[in-house]
């Protein structure tokens, strides 16, 4: 075994060496970048007689749906991606257990390899943005271009700071850990602003306010202060946490099916586990986060928040509940699946309450998915006395709709504690007297959700939408901030009855992965047509008309098969982004031996297989 | 063969695929193409049975100042202006709004002179309206009223008019703005304006929809 200082000599050699790619890299992005400003600059002078350009055969529109969807997908996964690589990695910093910096660093492996791609998408759509809609670019340019010198430093100290933090990544261990993750937070930090600074010139297309008189600096901030700008900035940045997650989940899904030894399906078992774990847990906050962006809407204008939830676009909604009922069940189904396979013995014990919640789910996405009126014949129309059935009818409106939602939430968030105590005692004295007052409080809150549902029928609609609707949504985090500090303190002293079983998983646990990473892309391909198609045939709503061939909105079906489309492509783009970033894995596992050290020990709702390679790496003599 | 008929047929082609690979393919990679081919497939045959409304953009229409005959027809113009070219609904309220970021302008037109609305739109920090509608201290409206006669809005003095007009008239006053004053007035051949409100998109069901 190397010596630690050996270890730290041959990284500083390897990270010294790798300095002139980072540098290349910048200043390769630096030259990409400035000279696209500068055109886009330039573009309302070139734009004043070319409004719009076409692209024979395929549409300007559709080329740019397509790589726009591109780019905001990857862009979703390089920025949630670092949340949890960080905070995975501050995880393994704390507990001194080297498996959370092995998996953060595998994190940040598949962050790298996204990242060039997501900004060379992002540079093609630029260009096709300036070709295509001249008339638009150069108003938004007029508008916003202090923000783009904001974004494009941004980018720049982003790009820096992620190769740092990645090439950085062996030499800074032990006393120069402190500084790595401090890289990681700074990464976080501008990939905030990257993502907060081109939402703004997005919702300000969907909510412009009026600009008055300043400089510059002074008119682009006021644009930038839309009404939609914070409630997306809180959206997207949980929306991809939850994308991230679901793709690592898929991405370990895949190489479990993949595995060919028992040490890599353990592995890639415990990272699908940790990628599903963090995509619940962003999609737990994420439906109250829509809702406040609903609420926004309506705010700004009601006409848009008709348009979306009660015009042409009102049966997207419905889809929009099939998917993440979908997704709700295709999460709490690995979940279950963990508790059977992973915790031997306990699936008897938990056979009747995983029936339970599996009704409760089907019952509430059933009402999720009633839509508020039926497709009817005349004459079926006659005998209901309208398009709303007599029985179902009372489902399909916001009141049943909210509470359900709730109660999913609290399905899942059950799901996990159920699967965080599976094959543990409890041991402190005051344990049951813990589980009464959650059971109570479970119960309690269940109950006062449903009440508050069925009494939002009879109040008016902004009594129900100001106050209940928010109850509903209190009641649950409430349940959710007591649980988990409750729960976390319980498992403390907890004895292990049934250690943790890891890769022997059934097959269609890697399945069920993938299907969950299918539902978030297209869930999140959909909600962006439905933003774009609820300015109707407006650039800039109310402000610049779309005059082209294509300011129409295409119907469902026809957009659909265009997500479906999109989604496809992006699956099999970031499929071969991983293969790649994976070739250099493959070449060292033949060159390294790596022993088996069994019995990793369960952390928080899941341990973790432990692997001889974390301590060869010299991680944990660095911790000492 | 309707376009919704020929997604239809690629529909169940594309799960047909996927089911064929998952029966007959050992490759574990390309099951999973299969599988995903077979979910975007059954995804995308849902979203074509639910109804299929697209939503076309109104026709522009465009009016021409030398075909206004009556301060009617001038209100006219300038409620569509109200609504778009101007922006003024953006902001402001026609009837107390708590979410308004602007003053509402309901009874305006009574309210004011013509003089004074045209001096608001153009020399916006002239006089300042607060905001009282909290019962604290007064405070400033949080967006700042633009000049409405300069980039990016850029109404011309006619244009103006028939917003006055439109204002006079939404308050019930008689319209002193008189159609002459704005055939007088400095931009006397204005060009024809083209306006379209907000709300005048019409949903069709997608056969109508035809693309270009």
Not at chain 1, 124 to 153: H, Q, W
Not at chain 1, 213 to 238: C, E, F, S, Y
Not at chain 1, 565 to 587: H, M, R, S
């Amino acid at each position: 075994m190397k010596s630690a200082n050996q270890i730290q000599q041959s990284n500083v050699q390897s990270f010294l060496g790798k300095m002139p790619t980072i540098f290349k890299w910048v200043s390769f992005l630096s030259v990409l970048l400035l000279p696209v400003i500068a055109m886009a600059a330039g573009a309302e002078t070139k734009a004043m007689s070319v409004e719009y350009r076409d692209v024979p055969g395929i549409g300007s529109r559709n080329l740019v749906w397509i790589v726009a969807q591109q780019h905001l997908l990857l862009a979703g996964f390089v920025l949630g991606v670092p949340i949890f690589a960080w905070v995975c990695e501050l995880v393994g910093w704390k507990t001194k257990e080297a498996r959370y910096d092995k998996l953060a660093k595998e994190f940040t492996k598949l962050l790298t390899s996204a990242y060039a791609t997501t900004a060379l998408f992002g540079g093609i759509l630029l260009f096709l943005l300036i070709g295509l809609y001249p008339k638009l670019m150069a108003y938004l340019t007029d508008m916003f271009f202090p923000s783009f010198l904001v974004y494009c430093l941004l980018f720049l100290l982003e790009t820096a700071t992620l190769y740092m933090y990645w090439y950085g990544w062996d030499y800074m261990q032990g006393n120069k850990k402190a500084f790595h993750l401090f890289l990681g937070f700074l990464l976080n930090l501008f990939a905030l602003g990257i993502m907060a600074v081109p939402n703004s010139w997005a919702t300000f297309q969907a909510s412009p306010v009026v600009v008055g008189d300043g400089d510059a600096w002074a008119r682009a901030w006021m644009a930038m202060q839309n009404p939609t700008w914070m409630p997306v900035n809180i959206h997207r940045l949980i929306a991809n946490v939850v994308l991230g997650g679901f793709i690592v989940g898929a991405y370990a899904g895949i190489r479990y099916l993949l595995a060919v030894s028992q040490e890599e399906r353990e592995h890639y078992d415990w990272m699908g586990y940790v990628g599903n774990f963090i995509g619940v847990f962003g999609m737990l906050p994420l439906p109250f986060a829509g809702y406040w962006l609903m609420r926004e809407v309506y705010q700004y204008n009601q006409q848009m928040g008709i348009t979306l939830m009660g015009g042409f676009l009102a049966w997207l909604f419905i889809l929009q509940a099939m998917l993440i009922g979908v997704l709700f069940l295709g999460a709490n189904y690995y979940f279950w699946m963990g508790i059977t396979y992973r915790i031997p013995g306990s699936e008897n014990s938990y056979k009747k309450p995983i029936m339970a919640m599996l009704v409760v789910l089907l019952l509430c996405l059933g009402v999720w998915m009633t839509p508020h009126s039926l497709v009817a014949s005349l004459a079926e129309a006659q005998k209901m006395g309208g398009t709303h059935h007599p029985l179902l009818g009372v489902f399909g409106v916001m009141s049943a709709k909210m509470t359900v939602s709730n109660l999913m939430i609290l399905v899942t968030f059950m799901s996990f504690i159920m699967y965080w105590r599976a094959g543990k005692q409890e041991t402190a004295g005051w344990a049951k007297a813990a589980k009464a007052i959650m059971g109570a409080l479970l119960v309690v809150g269940g109950v006062a959700v449903i009440v508050l549902g069925v009494w939002g029928y009879f109040v008016p609609a902004i009594i129900r939408i100001n106050y209940f609707s928010v109850a509903q949504v209190l009641i649950v985090l409430f349940i959710m901030v007591t649980f988990t500090p409750l729960t976390a303190l319980l498992m403390k002293s907890a004895k292990t009855t049934t250690e943790m079983v890891w890769g022997k998983m059934p097959i269609r646990a890697g399945y069920s992965l993938v299907l969950n990473a299918v539902m978030v892309i297209l869930l999140m391909s959909l909600m962006g047509y439905a933003r774009s198609s609820s300015r109707v045939h407006w650039h800039i709503y109310g402000v610049m008309r779309d005059t082209s061939d294509y300011a129409f909105s295409p119907a469902l079906g026809y957009a659909a098969a265009f997500m479906s489309l999109n989604t496809f492509v992006y699956c099999l783009l970031v499929a071969f982004i991983f293969w790649v970033a994976t070739l250099g894995d493959k070449a060292k596992s033949q060159q390294t031996k790596v022993v088996d050290v069994p019995g990793g020990a369960p952390l928080m709702a899941g341990g973790a297989p432990s692997t001889a390679e974390n301590i060869e790496s010299g991680v944990l003599e660095n911790h000492k | 063969m309707s376009e919704v008929a020929l997604l239809q047929i690629i529909g169940l082609c594309v799960v047909g695929t996927g089911i064929l690979i998952l029966l007959f393919i050992k490759g574990m990679f390309l099951r999973v193409i299969g599988f995903v081919a077979m979910v975007l497939g059954t995804f995308s045959l849902i979203a074509l049975g639910v109804p299929q409304m697209a939503s076309l953009p109104p026709a522009i229409e465009t009016f021409d100042l030398a075909e206004v005959k009556s301060p009617d027809d001038l209100a006219a113009i300038g409620q569509k202006i109200f609504f778009s070219k101007g922006q003024c609904a953006l902001c402001h309220s026609i009837g107390p709004s708590e979410s308004s970021r602007c003053p509402d302008l309901n009874g305006i037109g009574a309210k004011l002179a013509p003089e004074f609305i045209y001096e608001s739109l153009t020399q916006p920090q002239a006089y300042i309206y607060l905001d009282f509608r909290h019962g604290t201290k007064p405070e400033e409206y949080p967006a700042r009223m633009p000049h409405i006669d300069k980039d990016p809005i850029g109404l011309t003095k006619p244009e103006i008019f028939s917003v006055i007009a439109f204002l006079q008239k939404m308050s019930g006053e008689p319209i002193s703005i008189k159609v002459e004053d704005i055939m007088e007035s400095e931009d006397k051949k204005p060009e024809a304006m083209k306006v379209a409100s907000i709300s005048d998109s019409v949903s069709v069901p997608a056969e109508r929809a035809v693309a270009p």
